[in-house]
């Protein structure tokens, strides 16, 4: 059964940072590239960071701006999000997922499955 699970999340004041952690189980991520997505209250999912399997590179938001960092763990099978620097508006659901594309132009998702997500709260 393939599933992802977020965590790492919680409440934390504007400047301050946050690691968020995801554990897949029924595929490897070092067959994927992966990536970490948000969807804010009201708002549509967008895409944060994402890592290609290619070769690595890493492409993000615009809005990321060198805060995030995204990294992998493959012999534990874990994906990173390291933040840095949050804003009141990096308030959100954050998700990880695989993708079949992750390039400056094109990100594309390869399921439909969505882990949970972790709540992250930051305060003014």
């Known amino acids: 059964e393939v599933q992802l699970v977020e965590s790492g999340g919680g409440l934390v004041q504007a400047g301050g940072s946050l690691r968020l952690s995801c554990v897949a189980s029924?595929?490897?991520?070092?067959?994927?590239?992966v990536g970490w997505f948000r969807q804010a209250p009201g708002k549509e999912r967008e895409g944060v960071l994402c890592?290609?399997?290619?070769?690595?590179?890493?492409y993000h938001a615009d809005f990321v701006k060198g805060r995030f960092t995204i990294s992998k763990d493959n012999a534990k099978n874990l994906v990173y999000l390291q933040m840095d620097s949050l804003k009141p508006e990096d308030t959100a659901v954050y998700y990880c997922?695989?993708?079949?594309?992750?390039?400056?132009?094109?990100?594309?998702?390869?399921?439909?499955?969505w882990g949970q997500g972790t709540q992250v709260t930051v305060s003014s």
């Open positions: 997922q695989t993708l079949t594309y992750c390039s400056a132009n094109r990100w594309e998702v390869s399921s439909d499955y």
């Open positions: 029924g595929f490897t991520f070092d067959d994927y590239s």
């Open positions: 890592t290609s399997k290619i070769d690595g590179s890493t």
